[in-house]
């Protein structure tokens, strides 16, 4: 059975799919911009996975700040995501209007070379934005008073988990010692 057909109909229902047009579009610059948002999110909530488990099992910090430097990781890693996801998106497709602000004059007559030229500035400004821009000002700034609140839940969380493991110690009344008498003469 020849199984090429098949495979390349099913690629090109996918390849011409708008899932496909919306994730990789003509210009080259935002296929460039979306896969660089794409990877470095990805890699900043895999880091913000890992360095907060290692942060709570940690045992050079002291047992009272594990959960605030927990945290912080971990408001680091969702301000990274969040932000870089939504502002990254933002600027990935306003940066053609910022290319022509900022080099109206300068743009190429050749189609090619302008739609090159404004690709690149946008894979720049992306990353520039992303990286620089909110992953070193932007989420510090926000992530420190958010990790007080990850540290309350955290702590609210683990005393509601100890009260449902202690076993319920309330005193028994004991049984009247002249029925266990009566259980030992049966033995017996």
């Known amino acids: 059975m020849n199984i090429r057909p098949i495979i390349n109909s099913t690629l090109n229902k996918v390849s011409n799919s708008k899932f496909i047009e919306k994730l990789i579009p003509e210009r080259a610059g935002d296929a460039a911009a979306t896969i660089a948002i794409i990877s470095t999110t990805t890699k900043d909530l895999v880091n913000c996975i890992y360095y907060t488990k290692q942060s709570l099992e940690n045992q050079k910090i002291p047992e009272e ?3 605030f430097v927990a945290g912080i ?3 680091n890693g969702i301000m ?5 996801l939504l502002l990254g998106n933002y600027v990935k497709d306003n940066a053609e209007k910022v290319y022509k602000f900022l080099f109206g004059k300068y743009i190429p007559a050749d189609p090619t070379m302008r739609k090159l030229a404004s690709g690149g500035f946008s894979l720049l400004l992306v990353l520039a934005f992303t990286q620089v821009f909110l992953k070193r000002v932007v989420t510090p700034f926000c992530a ?3 990790a007080h609140y990850f ?3 955290a702590e609210k ?3 509601k988990q100890k009260e449902q493991e202690t076993p319920n110690t309330q005193a028994q009344p004991l049984e009247p010692a002249e029925s266990l008498k009566a259980t030992v003469d049966v033995q017996a």
Not at 80 to 84: D, F, I, L, P, W
């Open 151 to 153: 540290k309350e839940f």
């Open 157 to 159: 969380r683990e005393a």
């Open 144 to 146: 420190t008073p958010m």
């Open 80 to 84: 990274n995501v969040t932000t870089q």
């Open 65 to 67: 700040k594990r959960k």
């Open 73 to 75: 990781d971990l408001s």
